[in-house]
């Protein structure tokens, strides 16, 4: 079973993709304590809770595999688009050094689609040099969630896979490409017991605008600070951090005459994450955070099914 080592975890969601395809997790690491909190309730492995430039690489159980979501504000759309001249941009050079040491057969990051145009191309150069100056072929991709899954949300991210060079002999790698029947929004929802905080009442000073927009059941809307924005292709906006922010950030729904914020619950099955994965009793704005910080679970499943198939060839 090929070992995994995890940074910049988040609550866990590419871990779980990889553990789904039968990847065994052997550390991770998570500074955020709220997310290290959800972290523990579903995984039982190694967690390292703290700052990534504290850490002892060489302290760590050695890995065949080293994947990382790593911080992508300065790269998006959302963020100031700083790149490298921003403290969390310099965040990949910390995986390079984990990579120096760990010497993984096969790498994977994943950031915002943004990243591969940042600073007109520069950037992303930058960062396919330092992985092919270390020895690695790379590989990359931007993909949209609603396009490989049957999940019904539009998210597009980068996957950047890295195999060492003197390693993929006559193999080659495939990012995972089906088109599948997405299926509609109102599989993810709750379909009673709401949570009273979530449902918005005549109180909400804008309530009349959003009753006379909101007219169907059958897709989701979002407050755009003076006006209501339907989705009209039925699918789930791109979940962000900024939904635990507070205000009107979370998606919103028409359900049986209420009009409310979608739980975290259903922002998690909105990024495929399996109803049996706990969420623990903290704030709710630290659970939306969380879930707009995460993957979409099944496309990290594919992705780690298709890597399986190249370095399982190797000796």
Known sequence: MFKVGSLYAGVGGICLGFKQ???????SNEWDKNACITYRENFN?????????????????KVDVIIAGFPCQSFSVAGYRKGFNDERG????????????????????????????????????TIKKSLNDRGYEVYDKIINTKELTE???????????CFKKDLLKNSDFIFPVKKTKLNPVTDYLDKKNFDPSLIYSERFKHFDKLKN???????LYQWRRQYV????????????????????????ILQNGIIRKLSPRECFRFQGFPETFKLPKIAKSQLYKQAGNSVSVPVIKKIAIEIKKVIRNFN
Not at 97 to 117: A, R, S, Y
Not at 151 to 161: A, G, H, K, L, T
């Open 213 to 219: 927009e909101m007219k169907s059941e059958k897709t």
């Open 21 to 27: 395809a039968g990847y065994q997790i052997s550390w």
């Open 151 to 161: 999940i019904p949300q539009n998210r597009e991210r980068i996957f950047i896979v």
């Open 90 to 125: 310099t965040h990949f050079f910390r995986i390079i050094d984990f990579i120096e040491f760990h010497d993984p057969k096969v790498i994977l990051l994943e950031n915002v689609k943004n990243l591969k145009g940042h600073d007109k191309g520069n950037t992303f150069k």
């Open 229 to 252: 924005r339907e989705n009209k292709n039925n699918l789930c906006p791109t979940l962000t951090a900024n939904m635990g922010t507070g205000g009107h950030n979370v998606p919103l």
């Open 45 to 61: 492995h190694k967690l390292i809770e703290g700052d990534v430039w504290e850490i002892n690489e060489k302290k760590l159980d």
